[in-house]
């Protein structure tokens, strides 16, 4: 009746093997909670909690949660009321996500040797300490319908990524020059915009509908650090 409750609980592994390559394993669990009131009051929490074997131990595993809520106005009494608004929800989440990808490469923390003019020396300096990569995301929305066709969507969001992996080219090459630096977990952006949308959709019948949508998206990335 007034409450609305679900719940999710996902276990996943994948195991990948390729020619003669050492297998790429990686284990998630995700979980979700979401609780409604009345349609009115809504909130979501989620997590996910990650492991790769590309990571030392001690790192492998990154946990990342994220929260939202929503308020749906349209079903207050305040504005049912009001004809002309047929639909009215504002929103907010915040959460964080993980990346594991690394250019390609493999096991950063483990020294590598090559031959290179017919002398064995080191590819790479090693970096035990090699990580996830965190985005923390923030999202401020709006949805409304109104006058029984038109809508108008706005969302405005702000991204800060932390600990990138790059190589740290403030560090000296090492051995005579012959390895690369190590990759570090030091690089940090931000992304910040809004993406809004304004449209009319007109139905004649059953069969026949005609809409029209004009969108509107601006964002703008800054490089906070990037060891140069």
């Known amino acids: 009746k007034k409450h609305d409750v679900s719940g999710l609980f996902l276990f996943m592994r994948n195991k990948r093997v390729a020619c003669r390559d050492v297998p790429f394993n990686y284990?998630?669990?995700?979980?979700?909670?979401?609780?409604?009131?009345?349609?009115?009051?809504?909130?979501?929490?989620?997590?996910?909690?990650?492991?790769?074997?590309?990571?030392?131990?001690?790192?492998r595993f990154g946990f990342f949660p994220s929260a939202s809520a929503g308020w749906v106005l349209s079903e207050e009494d305040f504005i049912k009321n009001i004809s002309a608004i047929n639909f009215l929800k504002i929103r907010a989440s915040y959460g964080q996500v993980g990346n594991d990808k690394m250019g390609g490469k493999r096991f950063l923390y483990i020294p590598s040797w090559v031959e290179r003019g017919g002398k064995v020396t080191q590819d790479f300096v090693h970096n035990p300490d090699v990580t996830w990569e965190v985005a923390n995301k923030f999202n401020l929305g709006l949805e409304t319908r109104?006058?029984?066709?038109?809508?108008?969507?706005?969302?405005?969001f702000y991204e800060k990524r932390n600990s990138i992996l790059i190589e740290s080219t403030a560090i000296p090459e090492l051995i005579s020059g012959q390895s690369e630096p190590a990759f570090t977990n030091i690089?940090?952006?931000?992304?910040?915009?809004?993406?809004?949308?304004?449209?009319?959709?007109?139905?004649?019948?059953?069969?026949v509908r005609l809409g029209a949508n004009l969108s509107v998206a601006f964002a703008r990335n800054q490089v906070e650090f990037i060891d140069e």
């Not at 669990?29 to 349609?39: D, E, F, P």
């Not at 109104?146 to 405005?156: K, R």
């Open 187 to 207: 690089g940090i952006m931000n992304n910040r915009g809004f993406e809004t949308k304004l449209g009319y959709t007109k139905k004649f019948n059953k069969d």
């Open 146 to 156: 109104f006058l029984y066709g038109f809508e108008y969507d706005l969302d405005v």
């Open 27 to 59: 284990v998630g669990i995700v979980g979700r909670a979401t609780y409604g009131y009345k349609s009115k009051y809504l909130a979501e929490f989620n997590f996910g909690m990650n492991g790769f074997e590309q990571f030392a131990k001690g790192k």
